[in-house]
T-cell receptor, first 114, second 114 residues
């Protein structure tokens, strides 16, 4: 089945630094998404990407849909303490009779040192 | 809009017992999804409903699992004869049909099977 590889698995950064994380797949996706999960909560959607090469921003967050459709990147600028959490990439490939499931990566755990 | 609500938040049970979880989606959302998340992993798709129809089931959904959405509103997920391997966070999400990639997750039900 489809698998998403996220890197890095975890990262510790100083407040104010920029952060980059990425996600790669062995299969193509039609849609890439980035979610953030806080402890004890469900994931919250940050950014959705729909076209190869697309670059989309949401405040300090910027994400890109790779041109091969097999990867995506998330950048966070000027990190703040509330950026702490686990960031998941997810891909969707609607195929056949219509499989709408999202395939998630294992997440990148971000820690911000004040 | 009160978001996706899940009940209970936590459930501890003994192996072999049956458990049932409830999910109340965002009221105008006609799609409802169940995902399972284990420690250190991203959410894994279990099943989804469009209104009251269960349209897709993952191979993860063994015969001991059953999900219903009888009136197209709330949903229940039942696990019969629980096993220790069923211990996980069970996440419910909902979406509009036209933006089915944008899942709104609940806070989940954390199941511990002793």
């Amino acid at each position: 089945g489809q698998q998403l590889n996220q890197s890095p698995q975890s990262m510790f950064i100083q407040e104010g630094e920029d952060v980059s994380m990425n996600c790669t797949s062995s299969s193509i996706f039609n849609t890439w998404l980035w979610y953030k999960q806080d402890p004890g909560e469900g994931p919250v959607l940050l950014i959705a990407l729909y076209k190869a090469g697309e670059l989309t921003s949401n405040g300090r967050l910027t994400a890109q849909f790779g041109i091969t459709r097999k990867d995506s990147f998330l950048n966070i600028s000027a990190s703040i303490p509330s950026d702490v959490g686990i960031y998941f990439c997810a891909g969707q490939l609607i195929q056949g009779a219509g499989s709408y499931q999202l395939t998630f990566g294992k997440g990148t755990k971000l820690s911000v040192i004040p | 809009d009160t978001g996706v609500s899940q009940d209970p938040r936590h459930k501890i049970t003994k192996r072999g017992q049956n458990v049932t979880f409830r999910c109340d989606p965002i009221s105008e959302h006609n799609r409802l999804y169940w995902y399972r998340q284990t420690l250190g992993q991203g959410p894994e798709f279990l099943t989804y409903f469009q209104n009251e129809a269960q349209l897709e089931k993952s191979r993860l959904l063994s015969d001991r699992f059953s999900a219903e959405r009888p009136k197209g509103s709330f949903s229940t997920l039942e696990i019969q004869r629980t096993e220790q391997g069923d211990s996980a966070m069970y996440l419910c999400a909902s979406s509009l049909r036209k933006t089915n990639e944008k899942l709104f997750f609940g806070s989940g039900t954390q199941l511990s099977v002793l």
